[in-house]
């Protein structure tokens, strides 16, 4: 994978939410109800403009530019990827992905070494766009057509990402999600969901097990 392209669209990626202002906030909402608490990390930042919302400490991502935004933002910024990570093991409560699994070459390895640099009962949550869902088939027709970030996405279902994580040594505790609407409709602020069913948000809250597989 090409870095470059991401660099390219560190700006594009922040104007799109600006563009987006419901959407934002629908899925802003879904990650302040993930109630994560202590020191933070963000595998795959971006430009932290969700991730802030965690709130987080420190963000990783492989392109320069968008880490320029996220520490922008007040966010400590370290170029690495999420299956190598430079922090020492049992240094952070928490680790947040935001729309970050689809791109990883290896993902269960990344969650692997959110596991490792996680303390005791430290939880780990994980936003995607379900293949399954509307924006989900969306995005992968875009990718299809050779879309400059989306060719190089490979988006799970939920159960997927379930089985990653019980497969990892973490458990489930909550799920939290958005967008009921389409790709093609016009979106409404919602308040977060329990349920996954529908929608094209979702965030999974899992907590670090004592061993891990």
């Not at 269960?108 to 989900?136: D, F, H, N, Q, T």
């Amino acid at each position: 994978m090409s870095y470059r392209e991401f660099d390219k669209y560190a700006e594009k990626y922040d104007s799109w939410y600006e563009k987006n202002k419901v959407i934002f906030e629908c899925e802003s909402k879904v990650v302040k109800a993930l109630d994560l608490h202590g020191k933070g990390l963000s595998i795959g930042v971006g430009t932290g403009i969700l991730d802030f919302y965690a709130p987080i400490d420190v963000g990783v991502d492989p392109s320069v530019n968008m880490l320029k935004h996220a520490k922008a933002r007040g966010i400590k910024p370290v170029r690495a990827v999420g299956e190598f990570l430079p922090f020492r093991d049992e240094s952070f409560d928490f680790v947040i992905m935001i729309a970050t699994l689809c791109f990883l070459v290896s993902p269960k390895k990344a969650i692997r070494e959110a596991w490792r640099i996680m303390r005791s009962r430290g939880e780990l949550a994980i936003c995607i766009i379900p293949r399954e869902s509307s924006w989900g088939k969306e995005y992968v027709k875009r990718g299809e057509a050779r879309h400059a970030l989306y060719k190089y996405a490979h988006f799970y279902a939920l159960n997927e990402v379930k089985d990653m994580l019980n497969e990892t040594s973490f458990t489930i505790v909550s799920i939290k999600s958005t967008l009921s609407c389409s790709p093609h409709d016009e979106p409404r602020v919602e308040e977060p969901s329990d349920s996954p069913e529908g929608k094209s948000f979702v965030c999974i809250k899992a907590v670090k097990s004592n061993k891990i597989h």
